[in-house]
Structure formats: C-alpha cells, structure tokens
C-alpha cells in the first residue's frame, strides 16, 4: 500500500502571523495511492472503463437487494444478488493488492441470508458489506479519480494560430495569463493603443485554447459552455468598451474571470492540481 505524504501549510487569513507562527500552523497529512495495477481498467488501457461500470453495477445491485428484501420477491433478489456477489468477488481478481479491503466472511454471509431467505437478517449483511466499499472508497476514490479520470495536461499541446507552433499547456495558459495582465496594465495606465493589442492577442489565446478542447471532449458542449458565443460576446464588449468607455473594462473583465477562467478552472483545474501531487 504506497502512502505519499503530502505537507500542508494552513493559512490564517484573518490575522497576520510571523514566520515563526506560520511554520507552527505547517502539518502532514498521508495519501494512500491505489494500486497501479488499476490503471488497466481506466482509460486509456480499458476503452470499456471496466472498473467504473463495476462498481455503477454494486451500486445499482446493492440498491436492487435492498428493495426485493423489502418485497420479498426472491425471484429477483437472487437475481440482483447473484450479480452484486459476484462483482464484489471480482475486485480481487482486477487489483489483487486489494485482496485486504474486502470481507469475504461478510459477502459470504449475504450470500447465505439471500439463500435462506432470511429477512431479518438481510439488511445487517448488507451494511457489513456496504461498510467495507465505504472505506474504500473513503481512502482511494478521490485520488483514484485524480490520477485516471482526469486528463493529463502535460500532454495536451496547443496550435499557436499565429505562428502555428505547438505549444504545450503550461505555455498556453502561461501566454494567455500574460496578456489579460498586460492589457489590465495598459488600461489601468491609459495606453489605449497597447491595451488593444493585448486585448486582441488574449482574444486570439482563449480561442487557440478552445480548439484543444476536442482532444477530449468527444462534442461541442462543454467547449461552448465555457468558450463558445457567451465568450466571444463577452470580449467583443470589451472591445467597445475600450474604445467608448474604458472605466467600464474592469468590470466587464470581471465577467470574462468568471465566465471563462474560474468555471474552466472550477472543473478541470484543482483535479489536475492533485494529480501532480499525488501522481507515482
């Protein structure tokens, strides 16, 4: 079981704190990796996502087993039940290494109560093994989802329209922060002329940006979410907004922050954080 530490500084906001005082807030906290034999059931090695549509069957088979007890209808428990035990018994044979997180005496003994129609004793089987997904899933689910159900930025490349160079993620995004900031400079300090080139290179950046999109994303939806009309209108406004009202660029770049930048970030950003973090 690979554990990765991983130091957390606390940030009291509220009261400045010396240096002294801030190292004092700094503790560890343990992260424990899955496997890395699972990566064979997530993409890009599994096309069928064998390991999440297992775990959507338990889920669904659990919920099954609950409401035929409730019933009584032994025709379809057996039926629900056959296949929850026989997904739960798989996991040891996809990840061997977690051979310890499971209980076969307590899948063992729903299999007996399913079988001796025992309907008292159904529902306390159901959370014994109920117990041991939950912490599973309270150890390993997020990290797991980190590191095999985001996507892998440093392999993300970027046409720069103008050159038309390849430019990795880090470049783009480092290009595209860099412009938005020298136009807000430049507005803020009155160049109209410079801030019009900025505003029209950061335009130029946000849709190079978008066409990476399609690396993953199989339709148009979530890119027009975050970088379709919406956006588009928005930095035409800016536009006018420079040349007729530049007072009100501050604001209107408010909206682009959180239109584009923070819901972009608010998906994909803080995932792909963790996995960086967390990645063997």
Not at 11 to 35: I, K, R
């Amino acid at each position: 079981m690979k554990i990765k530490n991983i130091a957390i500084v606390a940030a009291l906001l509220l009261s400045p704190l010396s240096l002294a005082d801030t190292h004092s807030q700094e503790h560890e906290a343990s992260v424990l990796l899955p496997p890395t034999s699972i990566a064979q059931w997530y993409k890009p090695q599994n096309k069928r996502q064998v390991w999440l549509h297992t775990m959507f069957r338990l889920r669904r088979a659990m919920l099954a087993i609950q409401e035929y007890t409730a019933l009584q209808d032994e025709k379809l428990l057996d039926k629900w039940g056959s296949q929850f035990i026989k997904d739960y018994r798989s996991i040891t044979e996809m990840v061997p290494e977690w051979g310890d997180e499971i209980e076969p005496g307590w899948i063992n003994r729903l299999e007996q109560v399913i079988r001796d129609r025992d309907w008292e004793a159904m529902g306390g089987a159901l959370r014994k093994v109920g117990m041991t997904c939950s912490s599973c899933h309270d150890d390993y689910r997020a990290v797991t989802a980190a590191l095999y159900r985001t996507p892998d930025f440093e392999k993300v490349m970027v046409e720069d329209s103008e050159t038309m160079e390849d430019l990795s993620y880090k470049e783009t995004m480092n290009n595209l922060t860099t412009s938005m900031n020298r136009f807000k400079i430049a507005v803020e300090d009155g160049r109209k002329t410079a801030a019009t080139e900025y505003l029209e290179m950061f335009s130029i950046r946000v849709i190079d940006l978008g066409e990476s999109c399609s690396g993953c994303h199989r339709d148009e939806q979530p890119r027009e979410r975050i970088l379709g009309e919406e956006t588009e209108f928005l930095l035409e406004e800016l536009s006018v907004l420079l040349a007729e009202n530049p007072e009100g660029v501050g604001r209107k770049l408010g909206e682009v922050g959180v239109a584009v930048c923070a819901r972009c970030h608010g998906v994909h950003r803080t995932l792909a954080d963790l996995r960086r973090v967390v990645e063997p």
